[in-house]
C-alpha cells in the first residue's frame, strides 16, 4: 500500500515561470483544409518492419504482417506510420544498406504488397511514411558496381580519394582520420577501382556525392517513385552526413580533431565532426526536397506530404532543418534533445530546462515534436525505469507540437538481453565480447509483443529472427486492452486527449515543485489540463489548483498505472500526492 501519510507539502516554486505559447493553432483560423494541416499536433508511430508481424511465418516480420494490424494502430489513434527500410538490401545493416531503392526487399513482400498496404492505410485515415536513406547505398547497388568499374556517368557518383602517398615509402594511407560512425576508418580501399571511398556507417554502405548533381537527380526520382504510390511523406535518415567537406585545391582533406567526450580512438565518438557533419550544402537540400514535395502536392493534390528529419546534432542545428526564413524545410526535424541528454538522474529542472530551450528554439510558423525512443537506441522502460512508463509517455503526449512513438514503447516493452553471441546489429558486432552491449541495438528490436500465445503473437512459426522477451505474457497489446489500468490504456487515453482537446495547440505554461515538473496547458476551447510529473525519489504533495488559478476540485484524465488515482476520480487539487516516478493529467470538473 502506498503511504499517504509521509508525504510532504512542497512549497518550492522556482523562481522563474516562464510562459510559452505554442505556436500552432487550430487549422481552421488559417481557413486551411486537413490536408494541408494533418500532421500539425500528429501522433506519429515507428515500425521497425522486421521486427512487427510476421505474416508467413519465416521468423521475419512483413508487409502482410503489418497490412493485418493497422486497424490496431488505427485503434489506438495513430495519424501517421513510418516504417524504417523495406527495400531490396542485402540486410548488412538490417535494411540501411539498399541496393535498389525502388524495390521491396522479398522476405517483407512485394510491390503489391505495398500497393495494398497504402491503400488499406489511406481507407483507415492513418498517413504512410517511408524511410528515406539518401547518404548511402549498399555496395551491392548497380551505382556502386558501376562507379567502381568507372561506367561513364558513375564514376562520382561516390566519395573516391586516391588517398595519401608516403613520399619515402610509397606506402599509402586514408586520405583523412574520419572514423565511421561503426567505428574504425570511414575509408575503404576498393583494389578494383585503386581507391579509397568513403563509408560514414559499415563497410558495405559506401557514401554517396552529393557534389554530383546527378545523384541529386536520381534521388528526387526514389521520392517522386514513392510519392507516386501514395505515400504522404519521408523520414530522412542520417541527414547531418550527407556531405563532408569538399578537398581543398590540392585534392586534401583535412583530419578532424579530437573531441574529448570518449578516449577510444576507433570510435566515432573520439573526433569532433565538423567535417564530416552539419555541413552548410545539406540544409539546401533538405529545402529542395520540401520544394519537391510540395510542387508535387500542388500538382496533384491529396495530403501535404511531409518530411522527417533524422539528426543527433545541437539545438542550432536541428532548427536549421524547419527552413531559413526564405525556403521551408522539414515539418519534423527530429527532436532528440531530450533523447540524448537525459539519464535515470536527470532531475525535474532538467527535464524543464531542455523542453523548454527546445520550445523557444522553434520558429514561429512550425511545431515541437517530442520523441524518447527508436530502433537505434535502448528501451524508454530500460532505458529511464520500468515504473516510469507512463509518465514519459503522458510528457510526449501533452507537450505542445507532435509526438512520436516508437512501436511497443505503447505497452512498455523492455530490451531483451541478447548475447553476444547471437548478436546480429552490425554497430555491436564492429565491438568485441565484452564492450559489445552498450552498442547494440538488438534489445530494443526485438519481436512485438501483441498477445500471451506462442512467440508472442508475432508468428506461428519455430523461430523469430530475435528472441521474444521473456516478460510478453504480461506486457502485450491483448492483456492490457482488457486491464482497465494499463500502459496501453493510459496511451489511448492520452491520445483521445489530444484529439478531444487539440492539446497539441494549446499554450503552455509551467512551474517546478521541487522533484515535480508540472505544466498547464489552455487554449480558448479547452478546459485547462495540468499535467504533474514527479522525477523525485519520494511521495510529495502540492498545491495545482492556487499556482494555476483552477478550483480545488480537479478530475483525474488519467495517471500512471503504477498511481492510486482513477480515470475520471475527483481529487483535491490543494493537496495533489503524486507518488515517486508518477505522472498524473488533470483537468477542471
Ligand atoms: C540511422 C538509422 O536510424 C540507423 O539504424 C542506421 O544504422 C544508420 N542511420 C545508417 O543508415
Redesign the pocket.
Known amino acids: 500500500m502506498y503511504n499517504v501519510e509521509s508525504s510532504a507539502i512542497v512549497n518550492m516554486y522556482a523562481k522563474t515561470i516562464l510562459f510559452v505559447f505554442a505556436t500552432l493553432l487550430p487549422a481552421t483560423i488559417f481557413g486551411q483544409s486537413d490536408a494541408e494541416t494533418w500532421f500539425k499536433g500528429g501522433n506519429f508511430y515507428q515500425i521497425y518492419p522486421r521486427s512487427f508481424k510476421d505474416d508467413n511465418n519465416d521468423g521475419i516480420g512483413d508487409l502482410k504482417g503489418i497490412i493485418s494490424k493497422l486497424e490496431y494502430l488505427k485503434d489506438i489513434g495513430i495519424d501517421g506510420v513510418w516504417l524504417?527500410p523495406i527495400y531490396q538490401s542485402p540486410m548488412v545493416?538490417?535494411g540501411?544498406?539498399i541496393s535498389d531503392f525502388t524495390q521491396i526487399q522479398p522476405e517483407y513482400g512485394t510491390l503489391e504488397d505495398f500497393e495494398e498496404l497504402a491503400e488499406n492505410c489511406k481507407r483507415l485515415g492513418v498517413r504512410l511514411i517511408l524511410d528515406f536513406?539518401p547518404?548511402?547505398t549498399s555496395d551491392q547497388h548497380e551505382w556502386f558496381i558501376k562507379s567502381v568499374n568507372k561506367e561513364e556517368g558513375y564514376e562520382n557518383f561516390y566519395v573516391w580519394h586516391p588517398g595519401k602517398v608516403n613520399e619515402t615509402t610509397g606506402e599509402r594511407s586514408p586520405p583523412s582520420n574520419w572514423l565511421s560512425?561503426f567505428r574504425y576508418s570511414a575509408w575503404e580501399w576498393n583494389e578494383k577501382r585503386q581507391e579509397y571511398y568513403l563509408h560514414q556507417?559499415a563497410i558495405q554502405?559506401p557514401d554517396l556525392n552529393y557534389r554530383n548533381p546527378e545523384v541529386l537527380k536520381k534521388m528526387n526520382e526514389v521520392l517522386i517513385y514513392w510519392l507516386e504510390k501514395g505515400v504522404s511523406g519521408f523520414r530522412i535518415?542520417?541527414i547531418p552526413s550527407l556531405y563532408e567537406v569538399a578537398p581543398d585545391e590540392n585534392g586534401n582533406l583535412p583530419d578532424e580533431l579530437p573531441s574529448g567526450k570518449c578516449d577510444d580512438p576507433d570510435a566515432s565518438c573520439y573526433l569532433k565532426h565538423i567535417y564530416t557533419y552539419d555541413q552548410d550544402e545539406t540544409y539546401d537540400v533538405v529545402y529542395e526536397w520540401r520544394e519537391l514535395l510540395n510542387k508535387f502536392h500542388a500538382d496533384n493534390g491529396g495530403d501535404q506530404p511531409i518530411l522527417m528529419t533524422?539528426a543527433y546534432s545541437d539545438l542550432n542545428h536541428i532548427v536549421r532543418y524547419y527552413g531559413n526564413g526564405q525556403r521551408n524545410g522539414s515539418q519534423i526535424p527530429f527532436n532528440f534533445h531530450l533523447l540524448a541528454k537525459v539519464n535515470r538522474n536527470s532531475k525535474a529542472a532538467d527535464y524543464k530546462k531542455l523542453i523548454e530551450e527546445f520550445l523557444q528554439a522553434v520558429p514561429s510558423d512550425c511545431e515541437a515534436n517530442w520523441v524518447l525512443g527508436?530502433?537505434?537506441q535502448k528501451r524508454v522502460a530500460s532505458r529511464l525505469g520500468e515504473k516510469r512508463v507512463d509518465l514519459y509517455n503522458i510528457l510526449l503526449k501533452t507537450l505542445p507540437g507532435i509526438s512520436i512513438t516508437y512501436a511497443g514503447e505503447e505497452i512498455g516493452m523492455t530490451d531483451v538481453i541478447i548475447s553476444w553471441e547471437d548478436s546480429v546489429d552490425p554497430?555491436a558486432l564492429n565491438t568485441n565480447e565484452t564492450t559489445y552491449y552498450a552498442f547494440s541495438?538488438d534489445p530494443a528490436r526485438t519481436p512485438f509483443q501483441w498477445d500471451e500465445s506462442k512467440n508472442a503473437g508475432f508468428n506461428r512459426g519455430n523461430k523469430t529472427w530475435l528472441p521474444i522477451s521473456t516478460n510478453y505474457k504480461c506486457v502485450n497489446v491483448r492483456t492490457e486492452s482488457t486491464q482497465p489500468k494499463s500502459h496501453l490504456n493510459v496511451y489511448k487515453r492520452l491520445i483521445k486527449l489530444r484529439k478531444e482537446a487539440g492539446l497539441g495547440a494549446a499554450s503552455y505554461e509551467s512551474e517546478l515543485f521541487g522533484e515535480i515538473y508540472t505544466y498547464k496547458r489552455q487554449n480558448d476551447s479547452l478546459k485547462p489540463i495540468i499535467v504533474a510529473l514527479n522525477f523525485g525519489n519520494s511521495w510529495t504533495t502540492i498545491d495545482v489548483s492556487a499556482r494555476y488559478g483552477v478550483s480545488e476540485s480537479l478530475k483525474v484524465v488519467t495517471a500512471s498505472t503504477e498511481s492510486q488515482y482513477e480515470e475520471g476520480q475527483i481529487i483535491n487539487g490543494t493537496r495533489l500526492t503524486l507518488p515517486n516516478d508518477v505522472g498524473i493529467v488533470l483537468t477542471t470538473v
Open positions: 524504417s545493416d538490417f540501411y544498406d536513406v547518404n548511402h560512425a556507417f554502405q535518415d542520417t533524422e527508436n530502433h537505434d554497430q541495438r
